[in-house]
């Protein structure tokens, strides 16, 4: 791999419910300011998502104490409904998410290219963290 190739870091998921009540706890925005954050220190108080080819989603991830806060946001590449979404993050990375139905389960796969500003395994423990939390919420709503 050159160095101008970016590094492609892999995080998955089984979510104990089916991939219909996955995909939509996963784009909506009502769901979505329940479950993305890494840690509960943070928060996600507003979110926007137009999922559509084109469209683009907001994220405003701010910390429980006001002290810090940012936009996640980006424009969807693919969207196909139930089975994958693909996006460019506003600095460039792209990020591909697989959702595959296993029985009664859902295994999310998400891939992004990592950015050069933090360790690697930072940032692969913060987006891991981030589809735990996703877990949890989806499983613990009836």
Known sequence: MSATEPIVLTVEVIVAAPVNKVWQQ???P???IHW???SDDWHTPHAENDLKVGGKFLSR????????????????DVVEDHKAIEYTIGDGRK????FLEEGNNTKVT???EAETTHPIEVQQVGW???????????????
């Open 26 to 28: 996963f784009t909506l």
């Open 30 to 32: 009502e769901h979505i």
């Open 36 to 38: 993305s954050n890494a």
């Open 61 to 76: 991830m701010e910390a429980r104490d006001g002290s810090f806060g940012f936009d996640f946001w980006g424009v969807y």
């Open 95 to 98: 990020v591909k998410i697989h």
């Open 110 to 112: 998400e891939q992004f």
């Open 128 to 142: 891991k963290a981030i589809l735990d939390n996703f877990k949890k919420y989806v499983e613990g709503k009836s």
